[in-house]
């Protein structure tokens, strides 16, 4: 399989060629064009029950589908995200990876989803108590709103929870105001995540959250 991320940072999207018999598996939605001799297989996301989970505790869809190429020539899918902002691929060996809702785009290879507990200090941070795994062998493409990078955490480490798009689940969070509570107040900032552990995340330039509370005052 080859792939191709145009567009980048800010409309990136995923040009996936895929050879006779391989297959691409995709979140519900993500297609935004495909040649007509690739096949398309919708199915609940592992089941009936881990898709009722993946879905009100997980923040995605019910829906995955399943794009093969049955010809006998390459045949091109396109796969794209709802946010404005830069897609990215990371290459899982036998480890896995935490996902804010939304992230997920597709994989291909030996890869499960599942629901993660993701603790109180996600809920109090307003990102809820769980979050979708992705693990084992294969690639996972991943979307942000706005640019992604990458980071590698020791020790500690402190993000805003609203730009945090992935993350080792062996990484422990912890909420806390960004100061004391009269600066946590007045900067504008206040509860941030506290990340301990040895572990990798991935940031995104723009926080959802931060958009929302610029526009409401204007709308």
């Not at 990458?150 to 080792?168: E, F, M, P, R, T």
């Not at 900067?187 to 940031?203: D, F, K, M």
């Amino acid at each position: 399989m080859k792939y191709d991320v145009r567009y980048k940072p800010t409309f990136a999207t995923v040009f996936v060629t895929l050879q006779p018999g391989e297959k691409i598996v995709a979140e519900a939605g993500a297609m935004a064009s495909m040649d007509g001799n690739i096949t398309v297989e919708t199915q609940l996301s592992g089941g009936l029950i881990p898709a009722l989970l993946k879905t009100f505790l997980g923040g995605e869809s019910m829906f995955i589908n399943t794009f093969t190429n049955k010809s006998n020539k390459p045949q091109e899918v396109v796969l794209t995200q709802s946010t404005i902002g830069d897609i990215t691929r990371i290459e899982l060996n036998n480890r896995e990876l935490c996902l804010q809702p939304g992230a997920y785009i597709a994989h291909a290879g030996n890869i499960t989803l599942n629901v993660h507990w993701a603790g109180f200090a996600s809920f109090f941070a307003g990102e809820g108590l769980f979050k979708l795994k992705v693990g084992g062998n294969g690639i996972v493409f991943i979307g942000a709103y706005g640019g992604l990078s990458q980071h590698q955490v020791k020790n500690d480490y402190i993000v805003d929870s609203g730009h945090l798009v992935a993350y080792d689940p062996s990484l422990k969070m912890n909420i806390k105001l960004a100061g004391g509570l009269l600066g946590s107040v007045t900067s504008g900032e206040g509860l941030v995540n506290r990340i301990t552990g040895n572990g990798e995340v991935y940031l995104q330039s723009r926080s959802i959250s931060g958009l929302v509370s610029f526009l409401r005052p204007k709308v």
